[in-house]
């Protein structure tokens, strides 16, 4: 058994017309065993994103919903779920997209007001 517990899987070699494996003749079948180790990477919660939007850019409190899902998919991850982990983190990710496209387009607008402003003349 495996101490990692992962499953073993044995390919038999083929076989030739006699029941030998080609190229040996009266010599019995070796099987090979395989041992494949998948190791996942715990899923990201995008914690220094979800600051930094809560910090700089908190539109309608879309960065304090993101760090406190952060916080959650960290937590998931040192309880060892990486399934509830990695919905957290999703969740964190897509509040984090938004939060950071509202305040660049708001930023962009103020910008633009601003320069049509002092080029009319009325700021």
Same mark, same amino acid.
């Given at each position: 058994?495996?101490?990692?517990g ?8 083929q076989?030739g ?9 009266? *010599?019995a079948? *070796? ?6 180790n $998948? ?6 919660d995008?914690? $220094?994103?979800?600051? %930094? %939007?809560?910090?700089?850019?908190n539109?309608?409190c ?10 959650k ?10 399934e509830g982990a ?5 969740t964190?990710?897509c509040?984090? $997209?938004?939060?950071?496209i509202l ?8 910008i ?6 002092? *080029?009319?003349?009325?700021?």
């Amino acid at each position: 058994m495996n101490p990692a517990g992962y499953r073993a899987e044995a390919i038999p070699l083929q076989v030739g017309q006699h029941g030998w494996p080609p190229g040996q003749q009266g *010599v019995a079948t *070796v099987v090979q065993y395989t041992t494949v180790n $998948i190791n996942t990477e715990p899923p990201p919660d995008h914690i $220094i994103w979800s600051l %930094c %939007c809560f910090v700089y850019s908190n539109p309608f409190c879309l960065g304090l919903a993101a760090l406190i899902y952060s916080i959650k998919s960290r937590d998931r991850k040192v309880a060892g779920d990486l399934e509830g982990a990695r919905g957290y983190g999703s969740t964190a990710r897509c509040l984090n $997209i938004v939060s950071t496209i509202l305040a660049v387009t708001s930023f962009l607008i103020f910008i633009i007001i601003f320069i049509a402003l002092s *080029v009319s003349g009325y700021y």
